[in-house]
C-alpha cells in the first residue's frame, strides 16, 4: 500500500488521530517530525510541559506515549507495520527526541486492530459521576491483557484497597491545593486564559461533594455539584522499572487499555494528586510489589461527555 507518509494529506491523517490521545490537563505535549517521507518521529513540546507538576517529565512522557500508541495504530490501519524504537534524550542535538516509528510493509490490519483505531474518536476522559453498575470481571480482564500487550501491568484494587488509595488521594489534593505555584500552573490550563486547548469549564465535570471524591477538583469556579459514586473502581498502571522508557511504555499501555475500554462503554478518568505530589517533592518510589505505580485509573459508566478541544495536526507537523 502507498506509504502513507509520503503526501501531506497521508501525515495529516496520522497526526490527527495521535493528537487525539489523553494528556495530563490536556496540555497535548507533542510534536512530529517527518523525515524525509520514510520515518515518523515523536518529540516532546517543552512549552507545554508542567514544570511545577511534572519535574521529571513522567506525565509528559505517559501523554506522549499514548499519542505514539494512536500513531502505531493509525500506520496499522493504513495497511503497514508499524516498527518502533524508543531513543533517550542525549545530548545528540535532539534533546526533545523520544521515539521514532517507520512503516514496513504487512498485511492489512485485523477487524480488532480497526475496532481499536476507530475509538480513538469516541473515547473520553469523563470527569461526571459514575453509576454503581460494576465492570464485569471479564471486561477488567480485557483491560489488563492491553496493558500487558505493551508492557505494563493494571492492578484491579479491591474495595478495602480502593478506600486506602482514596484516602491517599484526598490527602494529597489537600497538599497541592496549598502549593500556590501548583495551583497558578493548574489555572493556567483550567482558566482558559493562556491556552486555546487546555481543560476548558465543559469537560472538567462538577465540583465533588465530600471529602473523598474520586475526581480532581478542577471546577472551582463553577457552581455545578455533583455526589460521586460512592465506591469507585479503582486500577493503577504499573511498569517494572521507573525512568523514560518505562513512562513510554506506560503511555502506550494506558491508551490501548482505555480504547478498549471505550469499545465496552466504559469511562474513565484519573487521580494521580498522590502521584504528582510524589514527583513534585522528588521523593523515590518505594517499588510496590506489583511494579511503580504511573497512573491511578476510575473506570465505571458514566454519561456521554464532551471531547476537550485538539490542536490542530498542521501545528502538530515538521517535515526533513
Known sequence: MLNPLATHAGARRLLTAAGAAPSVHNTQPWRFVVRHREYVELHADPGRRLKVADPRGRSLHISCGAALLNLRLALRVSGHRPVTWSVAPAGDGSPTLLAAVRPASAAPASAAECDLYEAITTRRTNRQPFTGRPVPRAVMDELSTAARMEGAELVLLDASASAV???????????????????????????????RDGMPPYVQGPRPIGDRAPVRDLARLSGERARFEP?????????????????????????????????????????????????????????????????????????????APRRPALELLGMA
Open 231 to 307: 465506591h469507585p473502581r479503582l486500577a493503577v498502571v504499573t511498569t517494572l522499572g521507573d525512568g523514560p522508557a518505562d513512562w513510554l511504555r506506560a503511555g502506550q499501555a494506558l491508551q490501548r487499555l482505555l480504547l478498549v475500554a471505550t469499545l465496552h462503554g466504559v469511562s474513565a478518568s484519573f487521580l494521580n494528586q498522590p502521584l504528582d505530589l510524589r514527583d513534585m517533592r522528588r521523593h523515590a518510589d518505594p517499588r510496590h510489589p506489583g511494579g511503580h505505580p504511573q497512573m491511578i485509573i476510575r473506570l465505571g459508566y458514566g454519561p456521554a461527555v464532551p471531547r
Open 165 to 195: 488509595l482514596l484516602e491517599e488521594v484526598a490527602a494529597a489534593e489537600e497538599a497541592l491545593a496549598r502549593d500556590r505555584d501548583y495551583r497558578a500552573e493548574l489555572a493556567r490550563w483550567t482558566s482558559g486564559r493562556s491556552h
